[in-house]
């Protein structure tokens, strides 16, 4: 895919102190970051990288492999003017979020800061069973049950739905088939982020993201289930803001 198609909403302003790259949970795209630009410390710009296969890149081949997501999203970050950048990811987002971090670390740009939500740390061994499998009528029911499932509105709308279904199948299955590959330590923060109604992450592997860094490490809870991030009144964004305006001292 075109490297500029997986930054659709890049910011290139060579002023900027700090890129937020944002990464979806599975089956989701660039949209539901376009607005934090708004909320964030002048000086930062918000990044989300849109995999293949949704949004204006539908008809795009999905990938169905983390290291391929990886690989494309680095090669995307190539065509911008460097920065220091902070790295978002939601669900499936946090697992590439972290990739994307090691591999930058890797090639000496080590990111300032690694915020994930809604995802056990990638080096325990998962207990939720796998979906990407699954017929659709028994999919969209375990997405249901373990994850607060797809908004009414589009399952009320079967060719919304169908068209939603393969990328979401994609990045479950390229979630299901990862395997952590031990490695350095990462040089930036990590703050992990739950929700107290979420029935797909339990507190304790999440804190374990603190194993995988050999900086300050923090986790915090949110009111909301597994999509609590997306939610104005949870207070999430207030705490992203003030994570990254530390990072700029502002």
């Known amino acids: 895919m ?4 997986w930054l659709p909403n890049a910011d290139p302003r060579p002023t900027a102190r700090l890129r937020l790259l944002c ?3 599975a089956g989701g795209g660039s ?29 795009q081949p999905l990938l169905r492999d983390t290291r ?9 970050l190539q065509t911008l ?19 994307v971090a090691a591999a930058m670390q890797a090639a000496g740009a080590t990111p300032e800061l690694l915020i994930v939500s809604a995802k056990p740390a990638p080096h325990i061994p998962p207990t939720l069973p796998n979906l990407a499998h699954l017929p659709n009528e028994q999919f969209i029911r375990e997405l249901d049950r373990l994850y607060g499932g797809i908004p ?10 169908e068209l939603m279904l393969p990328a979401i199948r994609a990045d479950l299955a390229a979630s299901e088939s990862y395997r952590h590959a031990p490695g350095p330590l990462l040089r930036c923060p990590i703050v992990a982020c739950s929700g107290r109604e979420d029935r797909a992450v339990e507190p304790e592997r999440l804190r374990r993201w603190g194993e995988l860094t050999a900086c300050e490490f923090e986790a915090r809870e949110f009111p909301g289930g597994h999509f609590f991030p997306y939610d104005p009144g949870s207070g999430f964004l207030g705490v992203v803001r003030e994570q990254l305006a530390r990072r700029i001292g502002a």
């Open 2 to 5: 075109d490297p500029s198609l």
């Open 23 to 25: 990464f979806a949970h």
């Open 31 to 59: 949209t539901p970051f376009v607005r934090w630009g708004a909320a964030m410390p002048e000086g930062v710009t918000v990044c989300p990288v849109r995999r293949p296969g949704r949004e204006s890149a539908y008809s």
């Open 68 to 76: 391929a997501i990886v690989d494309g999203t680095l090669r995307a």
């Open 81 to 99: 003017p460097p920065c220091p950048t902070a790295l978002y990811g939601h669900s499936f987002g946090a697992l590439v979020a972290y990739e």
């Open 152 to 161: 009414s509105e589009v399952k009320a709308v079967p060719e919304l739905l």
